[in-house]
């Protein structure tokens, strides 16, 4: 396992709700561990992705009366991870060190969260979800072959729309970033009052500026509301570190209009919008994101990066970064 326990501590998602409907025994990977998420009863659980026998993956067997059976050799742990039965000694009681290793998991926001450790800290906050105004679509997920660092700085990144986003996000013509504060608190980054031209910030066809305030709760997990004559849009990013050099990540958009559009709509643009990302995160060098404000030039319109990484290096994490 990794030795890092900033993120250990934390909680990731790792597969939606819909997900673990549609496949019972899911099998899912975490901070470079593979493991299993099922459901027992009312409760989400979350083991190591191994029989303790010969070592065989457990999301290949299969659920019976809130026990796991493994596909291999049949044998039966129950809901805290404790063989109960092995078919080939149907007579003798299971050795107590036949247990599987397990993990603290939970449903939030339609996901589902593991914790590979003790976490400090809840599940990060999503402003908009209990708001009735605001209509929310999940979108996702978005694999990247990058550190999960690298995608979150991205998402906190605007001065990159008019370039990689022409059309949709920004324009060229209109890169100025003006004045604006980033600073670290005691719940994260808050970076407050980022202006930036967009040619359709509301679906109106007309161009605008729009004000961006961003907030890095964890590590891996950021948000952003954005506001404009109108209309207000929100977007909650969750990154799931699988390895190292490689993250998926979950996107809930909540807005207070646009309610006759269809969601698959939406999920396309937004999908389109973070294709054109991933090519350009994936290409960024070094892999792991200097946390040495040295390695790398950085200009005021940098100020939410530099918050971030100052932040990443106070908290001590080292997965993902260098």
Request: some cysteine; hydrophobic content about 40%.
């Amino acid at each position: 396992m990794i030795n890092d326990p900033v993120l250990l501590n934390d909680w990731h998602a790792v597969a939606t709700v819909e997900d673990l409907q549609a496949q019972p025994l899911l099998a899912a990977r975490l901070l470079e561990e593979d493991i299993v998420v099922w459901r027992a009863g009312d409760s989400v659980m979350a083991w190591q992705d191994l029989c303790v026998h010969r070592g065989t993956r457990l999301s290949l067997g299969k659920i019976a009366a809130d026990h796991v059976h493994c596909p291999y050799h049949g044998w039966v742990y129950d809901r805290a991870g404790q063989c109960t039965h092995i078919p080939a000694h149907p007579g003798q009681a299971p050795p107590t060190k036949a247990r599987v290793k397990t993990y603290q998991a939970q449903e939030r926001y339609g996901l589902i969260w593991v914790s590979l450790g003790q976490p400090a800290h809840d599940v990060p906050p999503f402003a908009q979800w209990d708001d009735e105004r605001y209509r929310k679509i999940l979108c996702g997920p978005y694999r990247f072959r990058a550190a999960g660092t690298r995608a979150i700085e991205n998402f906190l990144d605007v001065a990159h729309f008019p370039f990689v986003h022409e059309g949709f996000l920004g324009d060229p013509q209109f890169p100025e970033i003006g004045e604006y504060e980033a600073h670290i608190g005691p719940e994260g980054v808050v970076a407050e009052n980022i202006s930036v031209w967009q040619p359709n910030p509301d679906g109106s066809g007309q161009g605008a500026q729009v004000t961006y305030t961003y907030r890095v709760f964890r590590p891996l997990t950021a948000y952003f509301i954005k506001s404009s004559a109108g209309p207000s849009f929100a977007a909650y990013f969750t990154i799931s570190p699988l390895d190292e050099q490689a993250c998926q990540g979950w996107m809930w958009l909540a807005m207070d209009y646009g309610h006759e559009v269809p969601a698959q709509e939406i999920r396309d643009f937004e999908t389109e919008v973070t294709a054109q990302d991933v090519p350009i995160v994936e290409s960024q060098r070094p892999e792991l994101l200097p946390l040495d404000l040295q390695a790398e030039l950085h200009l005021r319109s940098d100020r939410t990066a530099i918050a971030y990484r100052q932040w990443l290096r106070q908290l001590g994490v080292t997965f993902g970064t260098a």
